[in-house]
């Protein structure tokens, strides 16, 4: 049961990662507004365009937005 439940949360926080990064590059990209990534368990990340963490972010949103993920 365990393993099962592991295996939803990791699906689920890909779900959102994605979710994330379509919504954060359709507002604009790296041209305006902030990205904040909500984890199953709580915690949250926020990231700002204009910052090193931000265009990594945008790079990888942009990639898993154009794989069609």
């Not at 365990?2 to 604009?28: H, M, P």
């Not at 790296?30 to 990205?35: I, T």
């Amino acid at each position: 049961m365990s393993r099962l439940f592991k295996g939803v949360l990791l699906v689920g926080a890909a779900a959102g990662a994605v979710y994330a990064a379509k919504n954060f590059l359709g507002d604009g990209g790296a041209s305006s507004g902030e990205a904040t990534l909500t984890f199953a368990d709580g915690t949250s990340v926020s990231f700002s365009p204009s910052d090193i963490q931000g265009q990594e972010f945008v790079d990888i949103a942009r990639k898993l937005v154009e794989s069609g993920v």
